[in-house]
């Protein structure tokens, strides 16, 4: 049992996206068999070379067989059928409204935190008994006081 991975671990290996078609559920299995190949082959040159053989002579007879079916022109074409899904006709996404980001170039300045702290951090203007004034000192330290006292 070393060697061997459970089946239900390489199920979820492969996810397809689209509908649950016939088509699905054989390319499933198909990755199933060569994931349970290769964990088998681990550690083994030979025999990983001699699978890999086969692979490329598989691929260039099923490649001549289908040829024709495989024309993509444009670049749509290519993401519909690795995505498994059409392109919608209408795309309902749109980008969000109201975001400013910082410097985005209007009239008004963002103040930044550090600066909001300074602001905030000035004392309270109150009243001076010297000069009747709400102003940033008191009566201790007030002009009137000083020039009264020279």
């Known amino acids: 049992m070393r060697g061997i991975i459970p089946v239900d671990v390489l199920h979820s290996r492969h996810i397809s996206i689209g509908s649950d078609s016939r088509v699905d559920k054989l390319s499933n299995d198909v990755y199933l068999e060569v994931g349970q190949c290769l964990m088998n082959f681990k550690g083994d040159e030979d025999k990983i070379t001699a699978f890999l053989d086969n692979i490329h002579s598989w691929k260039s007879n099923m490649l001549s067989v289908v040829s024709g079916k495989l024309d993509f022109t444009n670049k749509d074409d290519v ?6 899904v059409p392109r919608p006709e209408k795309i309902d996404i749109l980008p969000p409204q109201g975001i400013r980001n910082k410097g985005c170039g209007t009239s008004k300045r963002l103040i ?4 909001r702290a300074i602001t905030k951090s000035k004392r309270p203007k109150r009243l001076c008994l010297g000069c009747k004034e709400f102003v940033n000192h008191d009566i201790r330290n007030s002009p009137v006081r000083k020039a009264s006292s020279n």
């Open 79 to 84: 993401i519909q059928s690795l995505v498994g």
């Open 112 to 115: 930044g935190a550090g600066e």
